[in-house]
């Protein structure tokens, strides 16, 4: 039988007897007595002691299973390693150098021995107060990521930093004017119109419960998990901020607020003329060098695949089948709301996403506790009482776009037929 299997079977029993011990004083309405309670101490005694060496021995299964086989080269697998995963290292070691206490160098050498580029980084980290500050290159190995699972990030939005919280950023709202005159006469005088966007930096965070037993774990899996945690919570919540935000002083602008003239209200099943009009909206915008793109709800994919013309040829399967629409890219993006209206009221989006902008104004941000609690729906769960470590990451950033008439929306699409 397995080693750590036993152990586990051997603590359950010793639980079980104590459990019995317990049962049979409080059914009699009475304490233990001098020989019971020594019994019972020795049996929690044994109880600790096996729980003591089932961590132990899977700690180091799990360092003996990051370990390199003979011959493998250990800096080729560093420099291979992928997106992320040393950010979530990073995390891994920082978290747990700040429950037991321990130089945070000293945990990444025990956890990850072949890994120098994360001990290096380390000693970049800042910690105290029970929390932790990712350094700014483990910052930028989660941008790339989330530039591929983020939905808005993936269109080629612009990017900005935020070094003091803000930006205005000035924009030209008219252009000079240029007329042929005749030879010795005066040339008109013209005045270009400037306008300006200013981003303030908001708080997006959120709290991640881990398991202790996850955090200990060095394994390549368990490292997946904290970084696709982390990614998949920021990117999230940064595309359905990207159309909905409220813009209000605690959320950044999306879409939908920005852009509200330019909504077209279709209150009916999607066709193809309502796309051509999205189409032909855009096309009537001074853009230079425009690349659209399309975020459509996944439920509408049917739909538009399915369009045929009058003489019965599919309308867009073609193209769909290279990922575009109407000639230009699309992506799916089931953070579009859907209703729960008979109809099933959605959404389309398209627009030229370089005239998003994104403004960032500080690195990763994340602090610890084992002692805290968190809300699961109505419940509040103790880290404590579950053997968990709670991990809150900060980002501070804001959205808005450079020019309105760069997006277009489709309101009210019918999704499914009313019964």
């Not at 309670?37 to 003591?52: F, G, I, S, T, V």
């Not at 950044?252 to 209200?265: E, L, Y």
Request: proline share 3%; hydrophobic share 40%.
């Amino acid at each position: 039988m397995d080693k750590i299997l036993a152990m586990k079977q051997k603590r359950a029993e010793l639980i079980k007897k104590m459990r019995a011990m317990v049962e049979a004083a409080t059914s009699a309405t009475r304490d233990f007595n001098d020989d019971e309670k020594a019994n019972y101490e020795q049996l929690r005694a044994e109880a600790a002691a096996l729980a003591d060496n089932i961590v132990r021995e899977e700690e180091l299964r799990s360092l003996e299973g990051d370990m390199p086989a003979p011959g493998v080269n250990t800096q080729a697998q560093e420099r291979d390693l992928e997106s992320g995963i040393r950010a979530a290292r990073f995390v891994k070691v920082a978290l747990l150098a700040s429950r037991t206490h321990e130089p945070i160098r000293d945990v990444a050498e025990r956890m990850y021995p072949a890994d120098s580029r994360l001990r290096e980084a380390m000693t970049e980290g800042v910690a105290g107060d029970g929390g932790v500050t990712v350094p700014q290159n483990l910052y930028d190995e989660i941008i790339p990521l989330l530039r591929q699972t983020s939905v808005t990030r993936s269109l080629g939005v612009t990017n900005l930093p935020l070094p003091n919280g803000n930006l205005t950023l000035v924009k030209q709202t008219g252009a000079a004017n240029f007329k042929w005159v005749g030879e010795n006469k005066p040339i008109a005088n013209s005045k270009i119109a400037m306008g300006n966007i200013k981003l303030s930096a908001k708080k997006l965070s959120g709290i991640i419960p881990l398991s202790n037993e996850l955090l200990r774990d060095s394994s390549l899996v368990a490292d997946r998990f904290v970084r696709d945690e982390m990614v998949a919570g920021i990117a999230e919540a940064e595309d359905i901020t990207a159309l909905y935000g409220t813009g209000n002083e605690n959320a950044p602008s999306g879409i939908v607020t920005v852009c509200a003239d330019n909504k077209i209200d279709v209150g009916k099943a999607l066709t193809a003329d309502v796309l051509y009009e999205m189409v032909g909206k855009l096309m009537a915008v001074k853009l230079t060098n425009p690349a659209f793109a399309w975020r459509i709800p996944g439920v509408l994919w049917a739909t538009i695949y399915g369009m045929q013309s009058a003489a019965g040829n599919y309308i867009f399967r073609d193209e769909m089948k290279d990922g575009k629409l109407c000639g230009y890219p699309f992506k799916i993006d089931n953070n579009i709301k859907v209703g729960d209206d008979l109809n099933g009221k959605t959404q389309i989006f398209f627009g030229d996403w370089k005239h998003f902008l994104i403004g960032t104004e500080s690195a990763l941000q994340i602090s610890v506790s084992t002692d805290a609690s968190y809300t699961d729906g109505s419940k509040s769960v103790s880290a404590f009482e579950n053997d968990l470590t709670l991990m809150r990451a900060i980002v501070r950033e804001d959205f808005n776009v450079r020019y309105k008439e760069a997006f277009v929306f489709a309101d009210n699409v019918f999704s499914k037929a009313s019964e």
